[in-house]
C-alpha cells in the first residue's frame, strides 16, 4: 500500500472496529456471518489490508446493518446477489414463456411416468416463491416450465389433465407472482395468460375463477384496479355456484374477496368512504369464509385467518387509515403463516403506518427491519418500502435510528 492507501486502511480498520463494537458484534461472529476469516477481519481493522473490494464492504455493512458508506466514507452502489441472480434469469425465463424448450443442465430425461417427479418440483417451486427465494426460483422455473410443457403434449387421457394442472400450479402463483414483484408486470402477463391457455383445456370451473385471480393480480401491478375488479366479480359469481365442493374453492372464494378489497382500495374513481365500505364489506366475506376452512395451502396460497388479518393491516395502510391499521396488527401473529412473504408484508405494513404516526418512527423502523429479516428478498424489490424508507430519513429521529435506516435504505436502493 502507498501512503494514501495505508491512511485510509487505518482510518476504515477504525471504523469497522468501531461499528462493530457498537453493535455488539464479536470478531468471530462477523466472520460467521460474513464468510471472512477472523484473521483477514483482524487486519482490516488493524489497517493491514484495505478494504475495497464491493463484495466485502456489502458483506461486512449487510452484516451490521449499516450503509457500506460509513465503513468506507464513500457511496456504494447496493448489491443484492440473490435479486441480481433473479434478474439475470429472466431472459431464460422470458424464452419458456415463448414456449422455447430450455434444455437442462444436466441433459437427464425425464421418467417415462414423470407425474409424480414433476409434482415434488411444482411444489418445490411455490414453497421457494412463499418463501422469497427469488434467484433460486428464477433459475429453476424456466426448465420446470419446459418440462412440463413437453411432458403434457407427449400424454393423453387423464395424465394430460394431471401435467396440464401440474403447469398451472406452476404459473400460480410462482411465475406470475415472481414476475409481478420482480417488476416485470408485461412477463407477469404473459405468463398469466399461458396459464389460461393450458386452464381452458381444463375445462374446469374452478381452475378458470383461479385464472382470474391472477389475472386480477397483474391488472393491479399494471395499474388497472377496476379492469381487475371484473375479472373478480366474474370469478365470484362462479365459484357462489361450487361451494358444495369442499374447502377449496371456498379458501379460493375467500381469496378472491381479499384481492377485490385490495383493488377497490386502488379505484380511485370511488369516493374516499365508499371504498372504506366496499373494501370492509370484501374482508367480512372473506373473514367468513376463512372461519369456516381454517388455515390452508390450497391453490399454493395461504388463506385463513390470519392472512385475512394482515389484509386487515394492509387495507387500512392503502387507505391511509394508519391508526387503525397499527391497532389492527396490534391483536395479529403472523407467525401463525408458515409462509415468509406473507409475514414480511404484514411487518412492513405495520411498519409504514408507524412511520406516519408522530414518534413511532423508531418502532416503524424495527418493524421494517424484521420484515427484512423474515424475508429480505421481497422487501428488497417492494417500491412502498423503499418510499417508506425515504420518507423516514427526512423525519428527525435518533441517530441509532437514523444508522438503521441509513443501511436499510442502501440495501433497498432508497436515497440516503
Known amino acids: 500500500m502507498d501512503e494514501q492507501q495505508s491512511y485510509r ?169 415472481l414476475l409481478k414483484y420482480l417488476g416485470y408486470p408485461d ?13 381452458a383445456e381444463l375445462e374446469d370451473a374452478q381452475y378458470g375463477a383461479l385464472s382470474d385471480f391472477f389475472t386480477a393480480h397483474v391488472l393491479l401491478a399494471a395499474g388497472s384496479p377496476q379492469q381487475a375488479l371484473a375479472h373478480t366479480a366474474r370469478a365470484i359469481s362462479v365459484l357462489e355456484g361450487q361451494l358444495g365442493s369442499g374447502r377449496a374453492p371456498q379458501a379460493l372464494l375467500g381469496e378472491l374477496h381479499l384481492i377485490s378489497a385490495t383493488a377497490i382500495t386502488r379505484d380511485k374513481s370511488r369516493p374516499g368512504e365508499a371504498r372504506r365500505f366496499d373494501a370492509e364489506t370484501h374482508l367480512a366475506e372473506a373473514r367468513r369464509l376463512a372461519q369456516f376452512t381454517g388455515e390452508t395451502r390450497d391453490w399454493h396460497l395461504n388463506f385463513g385467518l390470519t392472512n385475512v388479518a394482515i389484509h386487515h393491516v394492509s387495507l387500512n395502510a392503502a387507505l391511509d387509515r394508519y391508526g387503525a391499521a397499527v391497532r389492527a396488527g396490534d391483536a395479529l401473529n403472523p407467525e401463525v403463516i408458515t409462509a415468509p412473504g406473507r409475514r414480511m408484508v404484514y411487518h412492513a405494513d405495520l411498519g409504514r403506518s408507524l412511520a406516519r404516526l408522530r414518534g413511532r418512527e423508531g418502532d416503524a423502523t424495527r418493524e421494517l427491519l424484521l420484515a427484512e429479516q423474515v424475508a429480505p428478498q421481497r422487501l428488497r424489490v417492494d417500491p412502498l418500502v423503499r418510499d417508506c424508507v425515504t420518507y423516514l430519513l427526512r423525519r428527525p429521529v435518533p441517530s441509532h435510528t437514523r444508522r438503521d435506516l441509513r443501511g436499510l435504505a442502501h440495501r433497498v436502493g432508497a436515497p440516503h
Open 187 to 199: 412477463l407477469a402477463y404473459v405468463a398469466v395468460t399461458r396459464a389460461a391457455e393450458v386452464i
Open 9 to 177: 486502511a487505518t482510518a476504515i480498520g477504525a471504523g469497522l472496529r468501531a461499528l462493530r463494537r457498537q453493535r455488539g458484534v464479536s470478531l468471530k461472529n462477523l466472520a460467521q456471518q460474513t464468510g471472512i476469516s477472523q484473521g483477514y477481519l483482524s487486519m482490516i481493522e488493524n489497517g493491514k489490508r484495505l478494504l475495497d473490494s464491493t463484495v466485502l464492504i456489502d458483506s461486512i455493512a449487510d452484516a451490521l446493518r449499516i450503509s457500506p458508506a460509513e465503513l468506507t466514507g464513500q457511496p456504494v452502489a447496493p448489491m443484492d446477489p440473490s435479486a441480481g441472480g433473479a434478474h439475470a434469469m429472466i431472459p431464460a425465463l422470458r424464452l419458456a414463456l415463448m414456449g422455447l424448450s430450455v434444455p437442462t443442465a444436466s441433459g437427464d430425461r425425464l421418467p417415462d411416468d414423470p407425474v409424480q417427479l414433476l409434482t415434488a418440483r411444482v411444489a418445490r417451486a411455490n414453497n421457494l416463491y412463499h418463501a422469497s427465494e427469488y434467484g433460486t426460483l428464477a433459475a429453476e422455473l424456466p426448465t420446470l416450465l419446459s418440462d412440463l410443457r413437453t411432458a403434457a403434449d407427449t400424454r393423453h387421457g387423464c395424465v394430460r389433465q394431471r401435467l396440464l394442472q401440474l403447469l398451472a400450479g406452476t404459473y400460480h402463483p410462482a411465475c406470475v407472482l
